[in-house]
């Protein structure tokens, strides 16, 4: 097992125990890391399926904090936006995987901030409109093409005044359909790689371990550090995809 084997288990070990803790950060921790190592799509892959893992563990306990309208106009948009993301996904290079992900999480780095705060009156009046459903749709597409439907929603509720129970609850129990459905997409289309298949069985007990241990932590995590988390984990995570892009050029 070499230097990087182990570099993979220990960012997807920290990326399931943030998400645990928080409902999001797997896509956007393990992700670039995986994109780095394998330098395939098969990076997609496995991040939709550890993901996927982690949302059917945790979402039975954080069920009745949900916002159910939310929740609903989400998976509308999701259906929409899904099928987008694959037709991406097949369309364009890793490089440019990389390059689109990092301008969407640091725009939702920037979001969370508060550096759009506008946002959070805008929100909060068309909660049950077409902003949600707009999110929905960015949030499938990101599902399907890059492994990440977390941020955008993520970002979107904390900036619209929603709790951090409420927050965590939604967006874990939205990656139940939103994964499943990328996963469904990613075997009939591109197909599932014998790559990503393998790393995702061997990353299985670090996943496993990552959620338990961040939901045990979740409790300790206050309503103003969890917004401190996801903004830090955002900016981190759009730096790292930058830097990485840029290192392919020169």
């Known amino acids: 097992m070499d230097f990087w084997w182990w570099v993979v288990q220990g960012a997807v070990f920290a990326a399931s125990l943030l998400q645990g803790a928080t409902g999001i950060g797997f896509g956007v921790i393990a992700g670039p890391i995986l994109l780095f190592v ?127 129970a409420v927050t965590r609850a939604t967006i874990l129990v939205l990656f139940v359909p939103s994964y499943s459905a990328a996963l469904l997409l990613q075997a009939f289309t591109p197909g599932i790689s014998y790559e990503g298949l393998s ?13 338990f241990s961040g939901k045990l932590l979740e409790p300790r995590i206050s309503e103003h550090m969890f917004k401190r988390i996801i903004s830090v984990v955002l900016a981190g995570t759009a730096l790292v995809l930058f830097v990485d892009v840029l290192n392919q050029h020169y």
């Open 38 to 164: 394998l330098n395939s799509a098969s990076a997609i892959q496995v991040s939709i399926i550890q993901s996927l893992v982690i949302a059917l563990v945790l979402a039975p306990s954080v069920y009745r904090n949900i916002d159910r309208s939310v929740l609903k106009l989400l998976v509308y948009g999701s259906c929409v936006g899904i099928p987008l993301g694959i037709f991406v996904f097949i369309r364009i290079d890793v490089e440019t995987l990389k390059l689109l992900a990092g301008v969407s999480v640091g725009f939702m780095a920037l979001t969370t901030a508060g550096v759009f705060e506008k946002l959070k009156g805008e929100s909060g009046r068309n909660t049950r409109s077409g902003t949600a459903i707009g999110v929905g749709v960015a949030s499938g597409a990101m599902s399907s093409s890059l492994g990440m439907p977390g941020p955008v929603p993520a970002a979107w509720m904390i900036a619209s005044g929603c709790s951090k």
């Open 199 to 211: 790393w995702s069985l061997q990353l299985l007990p670090a996943t496993i371990l990552g959620v």
